[in-house]
């Protein structure tokens, strides 16, 4: 999408702190994403700089700089941080919100996020990637974003809301219209359907509650015993819709075309299939080269920060695949070296509003990656990939990837 | 030698427990780090100087010596 809105950077941003830069918009030219960010550094961009771009925005390109917007609320705040600047906005729960207020959906939504919650999904993940992948593993090739990638995150969304697997391409078409479409009619239409399919559910789940999240967010009352906000309640099913879905989807993507080019990759993983914890290692590797979030922050206050500017509203994005190549940070950053020893990547963020749902992402890659390579050890990129599939924005990724055996 | 956390930095991301369950765990309620054997033995040393490097937040600490 190229947004033609452009006005001129405001008074408090000096000249030689302005680039050209629209993250939403990828070239012709570049078959990767990250490219565009890692270009910048290329070009020797200043390490805060200001895009009149998408309503005008701030860019911070160190490791440093991005951990501590992560951790500093006071000034970098998750609320109404649209970029563009979007008003009315649903302040979704609980990333919306700043600590202390942050801390009561997080809270009630943590135990169904933990390690030991997750190890207990093991089972339903297992055999969902199993049954994907047997649908195809005769094939000889696939669209992996259409067969699997969006598929796996999707179910899993569905068995975790206590939803019929019978609704699944209805929750595809849905979330592939969110995520995708960039027709202004459409994305309203589509806004309404969800907050619809949302209202219904939670609805549902409150005259029938049973043991999956949806029910538990329902049933759960704040410290004087009383329920929360309807408001706040859809928000925070709206979140986890918007936060679990396009994210896993196109870091599978990501992970899979690598592997799908590196005959080496695939032999260290097949090594491992029985050393889950050697698997997860270099899983973990894979996941700080393959960020595909650029996360938002609004600054609350004018101030100065690391001796730049900034005012009240101001846009900054953080973009994780940058941090995670830092060479300030990272010895040999740009190669993927799947026993990396030291590794604190920012692909989850950082601080307060860290992804609570990074286990189970991590687990659904995984266990999805095991299967696969028990199923289709070796794979390649199918030649007939059209070159037009890459798209930038919060989440960047590919709309399609072909793969053959 | 024993191993320290501070748990208003701790965020869960759960790195310690991978790298050295022996000694690392993550509570059911917000996920946070246990510290199941904050005096460990010798041979863990390794894996647990590693966990404490791999903790994005800095939340881990080695101290020298028994309980203060
Ligand atoms: C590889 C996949 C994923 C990536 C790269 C990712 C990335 C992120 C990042 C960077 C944040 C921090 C946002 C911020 O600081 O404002 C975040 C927050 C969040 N993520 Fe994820 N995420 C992934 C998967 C998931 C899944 C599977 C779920 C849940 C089902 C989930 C739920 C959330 C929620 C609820 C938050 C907000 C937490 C808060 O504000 O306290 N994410 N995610
Ligand atoms: S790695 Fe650090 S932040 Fe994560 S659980 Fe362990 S102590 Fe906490």
């Given amino acids: ?405 | 030698m024993r191993v320290v956390a501070n748990l208003a930095q701790c965020q869960g991301h759960a790195r310690c427990e991978d790298l050295c369950p022996e000694v690392f765990s993550t509570d059911a309620i917000e996920g946070k780090v246990v510290i199941e054997q904050p005096e460990f033995p010798p041979e863990l040393e390794e894996k647990v100087r590693l966990a404490v490097r791999n903790c994005p937040e800095g939340a881990l600490r080695i101290a020298k010596g028994a309980v203060a």
């Fill in chain 1, 1 to 405: 999408m190229t947004v033609t809105y452009y006005p001129a950077a405001p008074t408090h941003v000096p000249e030689d702190l302005i680039l050209d830069f629209d993250f939403f918009d990828m070239p012709a030219d570049v078959s990767d994403p990250v490219q565009i960010w890692h270009g910048l550094i290329q070009k020797g961009a200043p390490p805060i700089f200001y895009t009149p771009r998408n309503g005008g925005h701030w860019v911070f390109l160190r490791y440093a700089d991005i951990a501590e917007a992560y951790r500093n609320h006071e000034i970098f705040s998750t609320h109404k941080a649209q970029i563009p600047p979007l008003e009315p906005y649903p302040v979704l729960q609980p990333n919306g919100v700043d600590p202390p207020q942050h801390d009561v959906f997080r809270k009630l939504l943590a135990p169904m996020f933990t390690p030991l919650a997750v190890r207990r999904m093991t089972d339903g993940l297992q055999s969902r990637a199993e049954r994907l992948i047997s649908g195809f593993a005769g094939n000889g090739g696939c669209d992996f974003v259409h067969d699997y990638a969006a598929k796996f995150p999707t179910g899993t969304f569905l068995e975790l809301f206590g939803l019929p697997e019978e609704r699944l391409p209805e929750f595809l078409r849905i979330s592939d219209t969110f995520f995708r479409s960039t027709d202004p009619d459409v994305r309203a239409a589509n806004l309404l359907e969800i907050y619809e399919v949302l209202e219904e559910l939670f609805r549902e789940k409150e005259r029938n509650p049973g043991t999956d999240i949806a029910s538990t967010v329902v049933q759960s009352r704040d410290a004087d015993g009383n329920p929360f906000p309807w408001t706040d309640i859809i928000n925070c099913g709206f979140l986890l819709f918007v936060a679990g879905l396009d994210t896993v989807t196109n870091t599978m993507t990501y992970v899979w075309r690598y592997l799908a080019t590196s005959a080496d990759a695939r032999q260290k993983f097949r090594d491992r299939l029985d050393d889950p914890s050697a698997f997860l290692l270099a899983i973990e590797e894979l996941m700080r080269i393959n960020a595909v979030s650029n996360i938002y922050r609004r600054v609350t206050h004018d101030c100065e920060f690391k001796g730049v500017q900034f005012r009240r509203n101001d846009r900054v994005v953080l973009p994780n695949t940058v941090a995670n190549r830092d060479p300030r940070t990272f010895s040999d950053p740009q190669t993927i070296d799947l026993d990396r020893k030291v590794n604190n990547h920012v692909t989850f963020g950082l601080g307060p509003h860290r992804c609570i749902g990074s286990h189970l992402a991590k687990r659904e890659i995984m266990i999805s990656l095991q299967e696969w390579l028990r199923q289709i050890p070796e794979f390649e990129l199918d030649p007939d990939q059209d070159a037009e599939s890459v798209f930038g924005g919060p989440v960047m990724g590919f709309t399609s990837l072909k793969l053959r055996w």
